[in-house]
């Protein structure tokens, strides 16, 4: 069975969940040794990070023809590589709009075509189709997207809900959501759903990230919480900003907290004081050093499908306050993200009371050790055989 791994993600300069997603897949396929007939089929290049200090990457350094993304290319060493020959940006075009493209010998060979967003291509003839739904958030909330985005993201699930035979989510949230929008519609044959939580794996033990300097790094210098998403409505930043405020103001104004990832759209949001910082989009490495020296991780979305932020600040062994998100099972301080004063409570009790944030760091170690790549790996291999 030859399957065909297919995200443009993973060459974007920010791959986001998605690409996290499809890195410890491939991870997980590795660490299984199952890797002899699997192809990761990309828009372009992938970039080896001159940061990661892994073996000898020189044969895939010269293969490295694109100056964009930061994919650890190390993982792919035992991955059948195939790229398109056209710019990247024409391939994304025709994969969004469904137009046919060379798509190359090894794709076309493939029997199962896996695709970890809802940009592909189309499936090469007697190639049966499988799709990664992360999560309906659209739906759920269609005030944090624009209009386009919104419309955008229903072409899409409407075009996977068609035209393939299993369609995968993180979460039995996701499932519930995902059924209920096929029922909605007059379709033929229903896709399969399968529920297969993603891992936690990929982050270092946290020994590796120790050795940064925070304060001449990012002027850090005492106590801090860390919060990271992309920053757009949906991550709910300004209720964590006041609720942050609050909790400061009662703890006597000894905290800092560090907001790390990029601008996406919406309202642009601002530090509300000198304690807060915006750091915008870190390296892997970078954002994990200052995950794992944290007092605590602040993670409160409206909705969100599954949460790597939350098992990647387990995995760095530090406590986690968040609102209601798959991955966080039982193991974190829950809290309403729609109230800034329970967010505030919350805060409060983590940072000033040592053995509420141990128990939460030993509840994240049980959670994070159930999620592994390669469990996660084996049950898509289940999925993939159970199709040929």
């Known amino acids: 069975m030859t399957t065909a791994i297919v995200c443009e993600q993973l060459v974007s300069k920010v791959p986001g969940g998605i690409g996290v997603y499809t890195q410890g897949l491939l991870q997980g396929l590795v660490e299984i040794g199952a890797t002899k007939d699997v192809i990761l089929h990309t828009t372009g290049g992938l970039r080896v990070d001159p940061d990661l200090q892994y073996g000898d990457r020189q044969d895939l350094a010269k293969e490295s023809m694109s100056p964009i993304g930061s994919v650890d290319i190390a993982k792919f060493t035992q991955v059948s590589w195939s790229k398109s020959p056209l710019l990247a940006s024409l391939v994304r075009l025709a994969w969004t709009h469904r137009v046919p493209y060379p798509v190359g010998r090894k794709l076309e060979t493939a029997q199962v075509m896996h695709c970890p967003s809802f940009v592909y291509p189309l499936a090469p003839a007697n190639t049966r189709q499988v799709v990664v739904v992360h999560d309906l958030a659209w739906k759920r ?75 001449s790094r ?23 900003l006041a609720a942050f405020e609050m909790a400061r103001t009662q703890l006597g104004g000894n905290l800092q907290l ?47 499908g599954w949460g790597f932020p939350v098992v990647e600040a387990m995995a760095c062994q530090i406590p986690v306050i968040s609102s209601k998100v798959p991955s966080a099972a039982t193991a974190t301080r829950l809290v309403d993200p729609e109230s800034p004063e329970d967010i505030a409570s919350a805060i409060v009790e983590v940072v000033s009371d040592p053995q509420v944030a141990a128990r939460l760091v030993e509840k994240g170690a049980v959670r994070v050790a159930e999620l592994t790549w390669a469990r996660c790996a084996k049950e898509h291999l289940r999925i993939w055989t159970g199709l040929v």
């Open 258 to 304: 560090v907001v790390i990832g990029p601008p996406g759209w919406g309202p642009i949001t601002r530090p509300t004081s000198a304690s807060v910082i915006f750091t915008g989009h870190l390296p892997d490495h970078l954002r994990d050093s200052l995950v794992a020296q944290a007092s605590g991780c602040l993670y409160v979305p409206l909705y969100e």
């Open 218 to 240: 990012f002027g850090i210098n005492g106590p801090y919480l860390v919060t990271v998403g992309t920053r757009e409505p949906r991550k709910n930043l300004d209720n964590v």
């Open 141 to 215: 909330y269609p005030g944090a997207f624009s209009k386009h985005g919104v419309a955008w993201h229903d072409r899409a699930l409407s075009r996977a809900i068609e035209r393939s035979e299993v369609i995968v989510v993180p979460s039995a949230q996701s499932a519930d959501d995902l059924d209920h929008e096929i029922s909605r519609k007059e379709t033929g044959e229903r896709p399969a759903i399968e529920i297969v939580e993603w891992g936690s794996n990929h982050v270092r033990p946290r020994s590796n990230y120790l050795d940064i300097d925070l304060d």
